[in-house]
């Protein structure tokens, strides 16, 4: 693909691209685990990357693809959410990491933003997190100086896992480095952890065309990959939890 020699740095507003390394570790009632390879994007929600016309279908951002209103805005959407939690930000800015669409594809995990005052302060992060049957659900963090925070499991992700437990979860800013962790605690056990760990790089011409010849088709690789861990446990016998109706969030779906 034949792309501009540059981007204007004034088209990324200080966008970053982690290349990163997931893994997730099931310890009970079988052992498995597996690591993958991906990559995330690091924005402004105000302030989307503007990329030339040729690079556009490695990285698209859409309002339909997280929470809220899709005829809305990123910052329209998570306000309204916030406020239905009672807190607002002042226009305090927010900062996203995610995965954009690629040829048109997007599957997101989990989302992170970030969310700061008016002053400059992180009031509170919210994790939005999908799962294979097309439904979101937000996790709304206060977390303490180290990014920790600790929320009960209310989500169905996996066929073999219900909704009880505590989730632990790890989500301190990313800089030179990401290192966001998710803990399941359930009966004074830990029966499944997943990290994502990365290196910050500046969002380039380079570094996003390498990104994406490094992990091609990103989304429908990182679904399938999914989905086929879930396929060998199936294989070897691990019960499947039927899943039960997710009640929607107010300002979220």
């Known amino acids: 693909m034949s792309a501009p020699a540059t981007i204007h740095p004034a088209d990324l ?11 997730h ?3 009970t009632p079988l052992r498995n685990a597996f690591t993958y390879r991906s990559y995330s994007w ?26 809220g209103d899709p005829s809305g805005t990123l910052r329209g959407n998570m306000e309204s959410y916030l406020a239905t939690q009672g807190i607002t930000l002042d226009g305090g800015r927010i900062t996203m990491l995610a995965s954009a669409r690629v040829f048109g594809h997007v599957f997101n995990p989990l989302s992170v933003f970030w969310c700061h005052s008016a002053s400059g302060e992180l ?11 097309g439904e979101r659900h937000c996790y709304l963090l206060e977390t303490d100086a180290t990014g920790r925070a600790s929320v009960p499991k209310a989500f169905y992700v996996s ?29 004074g056990q830990q029966p499944f952890i997943a990290t994502m760990d990365g290196v910050r790089h500046e969002a380039s011409v380079r570094n996003i ?4 010849l490094a992990v091609p088709a990103a989304p429908l690789r990182v679904a399938a990959q999914i989905r086929w861990q879930g396929i060998k446990l ?3 016998r691990l019960p ?10 107010e300002a979220v779906q």
Request: a positive charge; proline letters at 8%; aromatic letters at 8%.
């Open 123 to 133: 009031r509170c992060v919210v994790a939005e997190v999908h799962n294979t049957y």
């Open 13 to 23: 507003h200080g966008a970053a691209i982690y290349r990163t390394a997931i893994a």
């Open 25 to 27: 570790v099931r310890r």
């Open 42 to 67: 690091y924005v402004d929600v105000d302030h989307l990357p503007q990329l030339p016309r040729l690079l556009r279908p490695l990285a698209g951002f859409r309002v339909e693809d997280h929470l």
């Open 234 to 236: 199936w294989a070897r």
């Open 209 to 212: 065309v390498s990104a994406a």
């Open 159 to 187: 066929p073999f896992n219900d909704v009880d437990g505590e989730y632990h979860m790890k989500l301190p800013e990313p800089g030179e480095r990401l290192a966001v962790s998710i803990v399941l605690e359930r009966e």
């Open 240 to 249: 499947i939890i039927k899943k039960p109706h997710h009640p929607s969030q």
